[in-house]
């Protein structure tokens, strides 16, 4: 009878160890994702205030800009992506050009071998 007592009330204290400890867990999640929300939410919040500002910011500038500097404005941006543009296909026409170059090379050795081939052959022939 002793016996069975102690080894039942030892199946007792592992079963309430193992809820303790899902439990625990369990809390833990509840936490860490109420921390992870609220971070967030704070985070969004930030943003959107900052993102006001620098649009505050923009807009007051765009009404002191005058027509001079919004033509430089629009030519800077022009320049900036033109150019590089330009830079790209210059590139690509020196790359074809030298491909091309190798390309007519290429062609006249075959050509060169494909002709000698076929003299030997007329002359076996005679």
């Not at 609220?38 to 006001?52: C, F, G, S, W, Y």
Request: aromatic content about 6%.
């Amino acid at each position: 009878w002793y016996q069975r007592r102690v080894r039942e009330d030892e199946i007792w204290r592992q079963m309430c160890n193992c809820h303790q400890g899902t439990m625990e867990t369990y809390l833990e999640d509840i936490i860490v994702r109420s921390v992870d929300r609220t971070a967030d939410e704070q985070a969004r919040q930030e943003i959107q205030t900052k993102a006001e500002k620098i649009n505050d910011i923009a807009y007051e500038l765009e009404s002191k800009r005058d027509r001079l500097q919004s033509e430089n404005m629009v030519a800077e941006l022009v320049y900036s992506f033109l150019l590089p543009e330009v830079e790209k296909e210059t590139l690509r026409e020196n790359v074809k050009r030298e491909q091309r170059r190798h390309i007519l090379a290429a062609h006249s050795v075959i050509h060169g071998q494909t002709s000698d081939i076929e003299k030997e052959g007329e002359s076996s022939k005679q």
